[in-house]
């Protein structure tokens, strides 16, 4: 049970995919003016995460490890398994949160192109692949959903301060994205502190 903690930990504070790793930076800039939104992508992300660790974790072990086909088309089947995921996630969301579907606009289907979500599939799949098929499958889903929820909170604390600094006085040529990578390096350089916890 410890080392799910760490792994929580770990996701979240110290080797978050956006702030530590630079990872998910597009969808990171481009929804995180409104919290609501932020909330609506993370939860999106989260889902993909959990479930695109699971699936690509099962299909590495069960077909591309015993064939002798992980050096080769891990990262392609990958891909495969995310851009599905993505499509459902989108067709559900367009039914059940239409709102949110508009407010996310271009970048819901962009989840399947986010190097955080590949990112977590890669992320431990030698170290996990070694492990037996259950174990694998619960370390890879608990990477995915705590890398889910890292992304989440960055993006969820990354509304909030954009929010407040649409009321404060910023230099002209510094407005929007501009202002909003400063404030992006200074969240980065304060999750710096957590390196070394776990």
């Known amino acids: 049970m410890s080392e799910?903690?760490?792994?929580?930990?770990?996701?979240?504070?110290?080797?978050?995919?956006?702030?530590?790793?630079?990872?998910g930076i597009c969808p990171f800039i481009g929804v995180s003016k409104k919290r609501d939104s932020a909330i609506g992508m993370g939860l999106a992300v989260i889902f993909v995460m959990a479930i695109a660790c699971f699936a690509t974790m099962l299909i590495y072990k069960l077909v591309l490890q015993?064939?002798?086909?992980?050096?080769?088309?891990?990262?392609?089947?990958f891909i495969l398994i995310i851009a599905a995921?993505?499509?459902?996630?989108?067709?559900?969301?367009?039914?059940?949160?239409?709102?949110?579907?508009?407010?996310?606009g271009i970048y819901l289907?962009?989840?399947?192109?986010?190097?955080?979500?590949?990112?977590?599939t890669q992320l431990r799949m030698t170290e996990?692949?070694?492990?037996?098929?259950?174990?694998?499958?619960?370390?890879?889903?608990?990477?995915?959903?705590?890398?889910?929820?890292?992304f989440t909170l960055a993006l969820f604390l990354m509304a909030t301060i954009r929010e407040r600094l649409e009321l404060?006085?910023?230099?002209?040529a510094l407005r929007g994205i501009p202002i909003a990578f400063?404030?992006?390096?200074?969240?980065?350089?304060?999750?710096?502190?957590?390196?070394?916890?776990?």
């Open 128 to 150: 996990y692949s070694q492990l037996g098929l259950a174990d694998a499958l619960a370390h890879n889903t608990a990477l995915g959903i705590f890398g889910g929820i890292g």
């Open 85 to 104: 995921l993505v499509q459902f996630v989108e067709i559900v969301m367009k039914k059940a949160t239409p709102d949110l579907y508009q407010a996310l």
């Open 182 to 198: 400063i404030a992006a390096a200074g969240m980065a350089l304060s999750f710096f502190g957590f390196t070394g916890i776990v």
């Open 168 to 172: 404060a006085p910023v230099p002209p």
């Open 109 to 120: 289907p962009l989840i399947s192109t986010n190097c955080a979500v590949l990112g977590s």
């Open 4 to 23: 799910y903690f760490t792994l929580l930990f770990g996701m979240i504070f110290v080797q978050n995919f956006v702030l530590n790793q630079f990872l």
């Open 66 to 77: 015993p064939y002798g086909l992980d050096q080769y088309l891990d990262i392609i089947s």
